[in-house]
């Protein structure tokens, strides 16, 4: 045990839970207008949902930001119980302010403050579990998919959207000065691997990049800011990032400029996976895992 728990205090990329929850509660006024990229994911994440056969009565929207998410799972699925799940406060209470419907939401218990990674939520509870870029906040990604595995009846559906390495990598190169800056993001193969890993059947995975422009370094900051995507890793500087930084951080993102524009690259990787069938009999015979299917990165 003193090993695993030295492996992680040694983990510079170690997020900081408390400090990601009040980064979050800070951005909850600022989040919807800066928010780009997340609303072009939500979308295609709908899109893909429309080709997956599925009627579900109970939805966890885990990691559900002001619950724009939420809003649109239970349009599309009116009869269904849409519960809505963030670590931080201040995103259910913008959840909570938007939609006079989450009033009804409320009454029923069905906003949840709580950490991915340890879901306060029954086993086999949910036919669907959506998380549209949450999990990258996750320090262990198979515990993680072990709860949301757990929660899900048999052959209920994950579908999720979250970020892989090529994310702000500008912002990763032009910031390296031996202390952390930006996140470790986990490649999509590492991904089919974990949700194999933790019981889930048939994973498809595949990747999309998206660029956003800047002016200026300092317009990538706040809009990172913005929708509270701070720096929350163990290894992050614990000093004021003084002015020196700063000039430094825009003379060195500025050897990327294009066409007048900064850019910003997110790379997303968009899956599904489905929990397996109910054992056929008391040896679980049928419960066989499929491969996992990777699309050709865009």
Wanted: charged fraction near 25%.
């Amino acid at each position: 045990m003193a090993d695993i728990m030295d492996d992680v205090i040694d983990d510079e990329y170690h997020m900081d839970k408390a400090r990601v929850r009040a980064s979050f509660d800070r951005a909850a006024k600022t989040y919807d207008a800066a928010a780009i990229l997340q609303k072009l994911v939500r979308d295609e994440m709908f899109d893909r949902l429309d080709l997956i056969n599925v009627s579900p009565k109970k939805i966890l929207d885990a990691g559900c930001g002001t619950g724009h998410g939420s809003f649109q799972l239970q349009k599309r699925f009116k009869t269904a119980q849409v519960f809505s799940l963030d670590l931080a406060m201040g995103m259910l209470e913008k959840t909570h302010a938007q939609q006079s419907f989450i009033n009804k939401l409320l009454r029923q218990k069905r906003l949840i403050c709580a950490d991915i990674e340890n879901l306060p939520i029954a086993d086999n509870s949910m036919d669907v579990v959506w998380s549209n870029l949450a999990i990258q906040w996750c320090n262990d990604l198979d515990k993680s998919f072990t709860e949301i595995s757990r929660l899900l009846k048999p052959n209920s559906l994950f579908i999720f959207s979250t970020f892989g390495p090529d994310t702000l990598k500008e912002l990763r190169a032009a910031s390296s000065n031996g202390k952390t800056h930006v996140s470790r993001f986990i490649d999509m193969h590492d991904i089919g691997d974990a949700l194999t890993r933790n019981g889930f059947n048939a994973p498809v995975l595949d990747v999309e990049r998206y660029t956003l422009t800047y002016d200026n370094v300092r317009g990538v900051m706040q809009d990172l800011k913005s929708i509270g995507a701070n720096n929350a890793t163990q290894g992050r500087s614990r000093g004021l990032s003084g002015r020196g930084f700063l000039n430094n951080l825009a003379e060195q993102y500025e050897q990327f400029r294009l066409d007048g524009k900064l850019p910003a690259t997110f790379e997303v990787v968009y899956g599904h996976a489905w929990t397996p069938e109910a054992k056929q009999d008391e040896h679980g015979l049928g419960e066989g895992v499929s491969p996992i299917s990777f699309r050709p990165r865009s």
